[in-house]
Every structure is written in C-alpha cells, then in structure tokens.
C-alpha cells in the first residue's frame, strides 16, 4: 500500500501545493482539511486518527509529541510512521524527501517507525 501523509497543522499549507505538483497522486491531508483532525486537535488524538485512517505524519512537534506518542504506544497503539522536519529545513528539501517516501517505501514499512526530514 502506498504512503498516505498527514501534515501537522504547524507545518505552511504551500508544503501540501508544493508536494503536490511534484506528484499529483499523492494522498496527503493537512490537520484542519475535511477528512483530516480538525484545528487545534491534541496530540493524543492526532495519534488515534493516524493509526484508524494509516496515514503517516509529518510534523516538526519535537515538544509535546514525543510524550504522547510514548503514551500511545505504551497502551498498544500503533502509528504508520512519523517524520519530523528538522528546523529550517528549506520547502523543496521537505518535499523531494516526501516524494521519495512515498515512491521508493510502502506503508507498511513505517508501522511504528519514525525518522527525520532531511534524513
């Protein structure tokens, strides 16, 4: 199965414009679109959202998230992945990163795993 990405809510909506015209066939939401966790969701939330829906996130939430996503794991949930945006990271280095995600890995590949943008 092909990734599907959830972007933070934190991360520039042109991120999601920019992925998308390297590929169009993407399958990318952002927190606050429809089908996606609605603005301002909590963490813990995001977390549930992501393994029902099995979308990977992409977020730069060094803060709080790592807490939660211990928590979430602690209680047996799972994840499709999470990437973490290293701090000024330009737009076009987020997004041919994304890009190879997406083609060279399958979803199944990120269960549980997470990594950083650049790798």
Same mark, same amino acid.
């Given at each position: 199965?092909?990734?599907?990405?959830?972007?933070?809510?934190?991360?520039?909506?042109?991120?999601?414009?920019?992925?998308?015209?390297?590929?169009?066939?993407?399958?990318?939401?952002?927190?606050?679109?429809?089908?996606?966790?609605e603005?301002g969701?909590?963490?813990?939330?995001?977390?549930?959202?992501?393994?029902?829906?099995?979308?990977?996130?992409?977020?730069?939430?060094?803060?709080s998230?790592?807490?939660?996503?211990?928590?979430?794991?602690?209680?047996?949930?799972?994840?499709?992945?999470?990437?973490?945006?290293?701090?000024?990271?330009?737009?076009?280095? $987020?997004?041919?990163?994304?890009?190879?995600?997406?083609?060279?890995?399958?979803?199944?590949?990120?269960?549980?795993?997470?990594?950083? $943008?650049?790798?």
């Amino acid at each position: 199965m092909k990734v599907r990405f959830l972007l933070d809510e934190n991360l520039a909506p042109r991120l999601k414009v920019a992925l998308l015209r390297l590929n169009p066939q993407i399958d990318i939401l952002r927190v606050g679109e429809p089908d996606a966790p609605e603005l301002g969701t909590l963490d813990p939330d995001v977390l549930r959202y992501l393994e029902l829906s099995q979308r990977l996130l992409v977020t730069d939430n060094r803060a709080s998230m790592p807490g939660h996503l211990e928590e979430h794991w602690n209680v047996g949930g799972h994840i499709w992945g999470l990437l973490w945006i290293r701090p000024k990271t330009p737009i076009g280095v $987020i997004c041919q990163e994304l890009l190879l995600v997406w083609e060279a890995t399958e979803a199944e590949e990120w269960i549980d795993r997470l990594d950083w $943008i650049p790798f």
